[in-house]
């Protein structure tokens, strides 16, 4: 790792930084090369993130996704990401979550991917086959009644650069059980997002400083309901 600029701080500039901050198998490691090389083919075609952050791709993306997998329950069976885009956080989270030297005890999770733009969704299946990880994709709106009823009750809902949290809460409310854990990417406007929030909901939440961007924060959420 190096120092890049002030914003980021410490760079996890490539695979063997990855390997090093997170320590993952081989075999995982091998599935995010594969990841980093379908993100560039597609790129061109489908904006599947801000161009400029391509170069950085296993800081920006990989690292700020994967942070998460430590986050998420033992006993967690189900998980929805919303909005997921060029797969940030939930395709990440799935390479993450099966490897068996990161998620040492509890079951396999089920990850849904929300996604409704056709292309990404496309990109998603490409790149899920590719990488040879089990992964549902649902090319609908999470703000649809349909959506949300098919989904029902999760335990871990997750999301990145996708809406404010009381958007957010509208659209995933739904998603929320008494033991539903929200994991939420934020930059440096969180508080104020909580501040809104909670005039319309009632919620536990914990901000846990990112380990990519040292004024990110990770909103823990539990114990959602409307007010």
Not at 47 to 60: E, F, G
Not at 76 to 103: C, E
Not at 129 to 147: D, F, P, Q, Y
Request: net charge neutral.
């Amino acid at each position: 790792m190096k120092k890049a600029d002030e914003k980021f701080g410490m760079i996890i500039e490539d695979a063997a930084a990855f390997s090093a901050a997170f320590s993952v198998s081989r075999e995982t490691l091998a599935r995010f090369e594969a990841y980093e090389r379908i993100l560039i083919q597609w790129q061109s075609a489908v904006n599947l993130v801000a161009p400029k952050t391509l170069p950085l791709v296993w800081h920006r993306h990989f690292a700020d996704s994967a942070q998460l997998a430590r986050l998420v329950p033992a006993n967690a069976r189900r998980l929805v990401d919303l909005g997921s885009g060029g797969g940030f956080p939930g395709l990440v989270l799935a390479v993450m979550l099966a490897d068996p030297t990161v998620r040492t005890v509890g079951p396999a999770v089920e990850i849904t991917l929300v996604e409704s733009d056709q292309r990404k969704g496309a990109f998603l299946r490409e790149a899920a086959r590719t990488l040879g990880v089990a992964v549902e994709i649902l090319s609908k709106r999470i703000e649809n009644a349909e959506t949300q009823l098919r989904l029902q009750q999760v335990d871990v809902v997750t999301a990145r650069a996708f809406a404010p949290l009381e958007r957010l809460f509208t659209w995933s409310a739904g998603l929320f059980g008494p033991d539903t854990r929200g994991l939420f990417l934020k930059g440096r406007d969180v508080a104020t997002e909580v501040e809104d929030a909670r005039r319309v909901f009632g919620f536990d939440v914990d901000l846990v400083p990112s380990l990519t961007d040292p004024e990110g924060r990770i909103a823990v959420v539990s114990r959602l309901e409307r007010l």
